[in-house]
């Protein structure tokens, strides 16, 4: 699955969805109108290649891994308040 951005028209939310394959709309979760899919830029993934001396490996980074790290740790702090709150 590949994951792709969307953006809601009227509240101008952005979305990450992993889905199979892209749709051009869906609805917004927030105000029910209609998210439209994001122009992703070409390179948005670089392939580096690291030896070690004993092995080499492609590692995939990112272009926007900072944006990626910000979210999830948003997520996560949220759901660490709402657990304190319910304790």
Known sequence: MAWFRYQCRLCHKIKRVSL???????????????MR?????????TVEVLDNGIMARKV??????????AE???????????SEDDG
């Open 20 to 34: 199979q394959a892209r749709v051009k709309e869906m609805p917004c979760d927030t105000c029910g109108g209609t």
């Open 37 to 45: 899919s994001l122009v992703e830029v070409g390179s948005a993934r």
């Open 60 to 69: 995939e980074r990112l272009h926007n891994v900072e944006e990626i790290m």
């Open 72 to 82: 999830r740790d948003a997520k996560h702090s949220n759901r660490a308040g709402e």
